[in-house]
């Protein structure tokens, strides 16, 4: 269903990789490793559409993502590194400000249902500043638990500052999703086990 082929990246006069391929049929998990600067996040954007590579394509369902365009945009979930969250808003403030971004329809329960799955419903009316960095990726990773979540999940670092309770709770969010027929591919430096119909590893720098 996700197929890139011979993708290369550059950053600057850097070459970060080159002819890299990957494919994900429904149920797949790719990993991607390597050290800082090797270009996951890179990696990442290119399959999301939103950089594009110095060689090669990417199709999903057989059609390139570029001609695709929103259509495209609409089966997928980028979620980067960085908390993309406004400080004055609340937490559930947030959530829905996201889902909206993303074309999600949710109603209060269901963003309250959302943040419970992440362990933040209790702290629903609290403002994004007060938020601890673990926190605040619980909150960022609950769209991903709202009804009509899409096929293509891209996560990069989900597991960053998170609790044993947090990791464990994103691990079976994700593995939901991966037993209902999703695809993942995520970033981490953290060897943290996620049960999925196929595997692969994608190691860059290597």
């Not at 993303?102 to 609290?126: F, K, P, Y």
């Not at 960095?133 to 999940?153: F, T």
Request: proline fraction near 3%.
């Amino acid at each position: 269903m996700l197929n890139a082929n011979g993708l290369s990246c550059e950053r600057g006069d850097r070459q970060l990789f080159a002819g890299l391929s990957l494919a994900l049929e429904a149920g797949g998990l790719a990993r991607l490793l390597g050290a800082n600067g090797s270009g996951k996040t890179s990696l990442l954007r290119i399959l999301a559409g939103l950089t594009r590579p110095a060689a090669g394509e990417v199709r999903w369902r057989g059609e390139r993502i570029g001609d695709l365009a929103e259509e495209y945009g609409r089966e997928l979930a980028y979620i980067g590194h960085a908390p993309a969250l406004k400080d004055e808003l609340t937490v559930a403030e947030n959530l829905a400000f996201a889902a909206r971004l993303a074309g999600i329809v949710a109603s209060g329960a269901q963003l309250e249902a959302a943040l419970e799955v992440l362990g933040m419903a209790t702290r629903a009316a609290l403002p994004a500043r007060v938020l601890s960095q673990g926190q605040k990726r619980r909150v960022s990773l609950a769209r991903l638990a709202l009804p009509g979540a899409p096929a293509l999940w891209l996560l990069d670092e989900p597991f960053a500052a998170l609790d044993e309770d947090g990791i464990g709770r994103v691990r079976a969010l994700t593995e939901a999703h991966l037993a209902r027929g999703g695809m993942l591919v995520l970033t981490s430096h953290q060897d943290v086990p996620v049960a999925a119909g196929s595997i692969q590893t994608v190691t860059l720098g290597a």
